[in-house]
């Protein structure tokens, strides 16, 4: 696993997460994940709160503001 | 843990704290009918409700459901559960199967929280949850009717699954005899049929039904049809395909109701004979006067029997001479409305068997690791990691892989992901998807590998005399099947010497030589079950290489002590390939200056296809030219004087499989891209150019013609929409009129699509409809997003549906059917819809945006929605 957490928002795609994080449900309990794991940027993943590649069949704009 | 299980408290061990639910439901609890799809919750086939809450049970650890109440298809019940599963049933929803326990408890959830839910809450609700097979159009127009029903009063009674028939051996007597094989008649009054042609989604059981029950003057209800295989005797095989000549058993191409339209008719007219000559002679009346109705024979004397009353009777009788099926004009549900499927209670209730389910007493399952690139073989294994796993019992090298052998599939799974392997990759396929595509271009414009399969007049003096010409290159990826069921098999050594299959196969003859060649024993020594397929779309025609391979040579490895079932994970099947292979077509094309096309000259380069199906590639391969590769090119509906078509057959160690449409799924999208834009360089409105060139085709004419009125082809569209159009005579005869919108941030939406069919009588106009709505689906898949990627060194990128985008229910376009009336013999429907998809998407873009798109998908170039 790399050592730094690095977060990249995909070109109209999901935030790919790397790096040693936690990743912690509302109630507490911790979601496991693999070292590297997309998250839904898109809003429309039924699989919240990894992409489930919704946002390619959908109408979603990821330009970043900056 | 305790759990509670439609409503009975069960006790789990605690080793399966963190295992996923889906399989504790499944493996430990024995509920088959929660499906896996993808294991990482993209895909939803495992949908259960917790709390009556639409969950994903392959991303719920166990622990997590503890204190909550878990509903599977198996217990769901209720008004709600009832009036949905009732309005799937009578909308003939169900294809496949394999997604809908998932679809309509998630349909069931909805309707709990909001009991009148428009389309925009029906999509959003729904879209988790992905169907192959295209269902979604019908899906939302269930949920409406659910709605509507529960509203006007109560709900309707539950669904009751029958038992389905045991399917046993042919006896000799029974395989010599013209009906048996194909229609018995039980003494409790059922009829089964059975079927040549797997069931794998496209209806052909409820087509069979359907002529049986007419031809025999049966009651439809009282018709069941089950898969049937082994039917290899001395005079050949009984279940041989009749359309390819009856020489071996295979489901494909579309041709099932082709061929069965003649050898199913037949046998329940002989049948029905047969039963009126056994009336005859228990009534000693003239055989003549025997009048039968839905399934009851009588005699104006009043006396009358029904069928089962007198089956064991008439099987005794030969079948009386000049026995031949009805005259059309006597049709009573021949191309009628209303006939429901006769596979989809038990598929609504999640009780049918898929191969996933399949269950033996001392069975092991097992997952493969296949390599990460094409070719490369086991260097070396380090599984002691894997071994130590509770549940793993061995771990076995195979040829295509390293097998991972468990009680159950988790513990095999948990085995798997702590092996290591390294590979050997020195005859691995190392090119990427790019650099593969480059290479296709490259052969394509050198045509140093050119093989002409077509030469008609002289098309390079017609292409130097045009006055407007084309010359364009298209481009298509890579495709996986993607069926919802991953590809499964089961195998079994009985203490007989007999080696019994399971697998939904399209072909169980090449089940037969691939089982047998592997267990080094005689073909006829294996019996094979064929399944019903959690789709297929050609997938399953595989004949070596596959889990029925891997499920034998593990059986084997462990001295046949196990039944062994082999499950593919959704990555390992990606990894496996049997992709549609890329193709790149180059077409030179000119008209002359009245703007008629006077010159076609297409040149392909693709990994052959056909060369991996036994017997077929005999026929199908011939002179160095693939025809499964230059279908739809080398028979183009349209009369072009001038005519070439050359093509290369591509070298690489990507395993390549017929994909629904075949060599059309991309020879369409070249040729009437092509068409569209010789229109455009000359001038010429795209309907009126093909239209001149299908003189010789008048059905294919008449869809044109009829798809462009339907559509309003021609009127005015708002700003920002356009048409594109295109025909084909792929199958049948059809014409698809595709209408798109242009968003402000330049992205195009699909917002309709008009497909007209001509393919002959329609036996059950709905199943046809059903099958176009689906295939169109599956082409609008495939064109807007679908593409295998292989990354540097030819790593498999692609591996689940995350990168393999499926369209999910929000992206449905509004779709029209429209089939014409016919009295010409059926023909194939099932992949008929689907290459059409691509090229009038690609005209309809053209049209709104001047820009011509020659490489697929199109989300290379434009975001499609």
């Known amino acids: 696993m790399p050592d730094e957490v690095t977060i990249t928002p995909s070109e109209d795609g999901p935030y790919i997460v790397s790096g040693p994080v936690r990743l912690v449900a509302p109630d507490g309990h911790e979601i496991e994940h693999p070292d590297t794991y997309a998250m839904c940027r898109c809003g429309h993943s039924s699989n919240k709160p990894f992409c489930d590649g919704t946002h390619a069949t959908i109408d979603f704009d990821g330009t970043l503001a900056n | 843990m305790e759990l509670l299980v439609n409503g009975a408290a069960v006790e789990v061990d605690d080793r399966h704290a963190k295992t996923p639910l889906l399989w504790v439901l499944r493996d430990v609890l024995g509920l088959h009918g929660t499906k896996f799809g993808c294991g990482a919750g993209f895909c939803a086939a495992c949908t259960v409700l917790i709390d009556g809450r639409n969950t994903k049970s392959c991303q719920t650890a166990t622990e997590r459901a503890v204190g909550k109440t878990v509903t599977t298809v198996e217990g769901a019940s209720g008004p709600v559960v009832d009036a ?42 729904m879209s988790g949850n992905l169907c192959r097979c295209g269902t979604y159009p019908r899906i939302r127009a269930a949920i409406h009717e659910a709605a509507g029903t529960l509203v006007a009063g109560p709900a309707p009674e539950p669904l009751t699954a029958f038992q389905e028939p045991e399917v046993g051996r042919l006896t000799p007597e029974e395989m010599a005899d013209p009906v048996h094989p194909y229609i018995r008649i039980h003494d409790d009054g059922t009829i089964v049929a059975y079927s040549s042609q797997i069931e794998m989604g496209q209806g052909i059981h409820t087509g069979l039904a359907t002529i049986v029950a007419e031809e025999l003057d049966a009651d439809f209800e009282s018709v069941r049809v089950v898969n049937a295989a082994n039917g290899t005797g001395p005079s050949g095989d009984v279940y041989g395909n009749p359309d390819i000549g009856g020489a071996f058993q295979i489901t494909g191409a579309s041709n099932s109701m082709k061929g069965a339209w003649g050898r199913y008719r037949l046998a329940a007219a002989q049948a029905r004979a047969r039963l009126a000559a056994a009336a005859a002679e228990a009534w000693k009346v003239p055989i003549a006067e025997i009048r039968i109705d839905n399934g009851v024979l009588r005699h104006a004397s009043g006396r009358q029997a029904t069928f089962a009353e007198l089956a064991a009777q008439a099987e005794r009788l030969p079948v009386p001479e000049g026995a031949q099926p009805k005259d059309r004009s006597e049709y009573k549900l021949i191309g009628r409305e209303g006939r429901l499927r006769v596979d989809s209670v038990p598929k609504i209730l999640g009780a049918t068997r898929f191969t996933i389910d399949v269950s033996i007493p001392g069975m092991l399952t097992a997952v493969v690791l296949h390599p990460p690139r094409f070719g490369a073989t086991v260097a070396s294994i380090d599984d002691d990691a ?164 891997e499920a034998v040579e593990i059986a084997r490895a462990l001295d046949w002590k196990h039944p062994i079932k082999v499950q593919s994970l959704r990555e390992e099947e990606f990894k496996v390939g049997r992709y549609r292979a890329m193709a790149v077509h180059r077409v030179r094309a000119g008209a002359d200056s009245d703007g008629r096309l006077t010159a076609f000259n297409q040149e392909i380069v693709a990994e052959p296809t056909s060369v991996n199906l036994p017997f077929v590639r005999d026929v199908m391969f011939t002179d160095g030219v693939d025809f499964f590769t230059t279908t739809g090119a080398v028979d183009p509906p349209y009369a072009i004087e001038n005519f070439r078509l050359a093509s290369t057959n591509f070298e690489s160690r990507i395993p390549t499989m017929v994909w629904r449409s075949v060599g059309n799924s991309h020879t369409e999208f070249a040729r009437e891209s092509a068409i569209d834009e010789l229109a455009g360089a000359a001038g010429r409105d795209p309907v009126d150019l093909r239209r001149e060139l299908l003189a010789g085709s008048p059905r294919t004419l008449r869809a044109l013609e009829l798809a462009a009125e ?70 609008l898949s495939a064109a807007a997003w679908g593409e295998v990627v292989l990354g540097d060194g030819g790593e498999i990128v692609t591996q689940n549906f995350d990168r393999y985008p499926i369209v999910r229910m929000r992206s449905v376009p509004a779709i029209e059917v429209h089939l014409i009336d016919s009295t010409e013999p ?40």
């Open chain 2, 84 to 125: 949905v599963r009732n309005a799937w049933h009578e909308r003939n929803v169900v294809q496949c199967g394999y997604c809908q326990p998932g679809q309509t408890l998630a349909a069931v959830s909805l309707l709990e929280s909001d009991p009148s839910p428009d389309d925009a809450k029906i999509d959003e609700w």
């Open chain 2, 386 to 549: 894997a071994r130590a796993e509770p549940g793993v019992t061995a771990v076995v090298p195979i040829e295509e892989g390293v097998a991972v052998v468990g009680e159950t599939f988790a513990d095999a799974q948990r085995g798997l992901r702590a092996l290591s392997v390294e590979w050997d990759d020195s005859e691995a396929e190392r090119r990427s998807s790019e650099e593969l595509l480059a290479e296709h271009v490259r052969l394509v414009e050198s045509g140093e590998k050119a093989v002409v399969a077509r030469n008609d007049g002289d098309v390079d003096e017609a292409l130097a005399d045009a006055a407007s010409t084309v010359d364009a290159i298209y481009s298509l990826p890579y495709l996986a099947h993607a069926t919802m069921e991953p590809n499964n098999a089961a195998c079994r050594m009985r203490e007989d010497g007999v080696l019994e299959v399971w697998a939904s196969t399209e072909s169980p003859e090449y089940v037969k030589m691939n089982a047998s060649a592997v267990a080094g024993i005689d073909k006829e020594e294996v019996e094979v079950h064929v399944t019903l397929a959690g789709g297929s779309f050609g997938l399953h025609s595989s004949a070596e290489r596959d889990p029925v391979t």
């Open chain 2, 710 to 779: 339907y559509a309003g082809w021609g009127s005015p569209l708002p700003e920002r929409r356009s048409r594109g159009i295109t025909c084909s005579g792929f199958l049948g005869h059809s014409a698809n009129v595709t209408e798109i919108s242009l968003d402000d941030r330049e992205r195009v939406h699909v917002d309709r699509i008009v497909f007209v069919l001509d393919c002959g009588i329609t036996v059950n106009p709905d199943l046809v409809r059903a099958q176009v709505e689906g295939g169109l689906l599956f082409g």
């Open chain 2, 826 to 865: 059926p023909s194939g429907v099932g992949e008929v819809s689907v290459p059409s998809v691509a090229p009038t998407l690609a005209n309809a873009i053209a049209a709104l945006t001047g820009t011509r798109i020659r490489r697929l998908p199109f989300s290379k170039t434009i975001k499609i929605y």
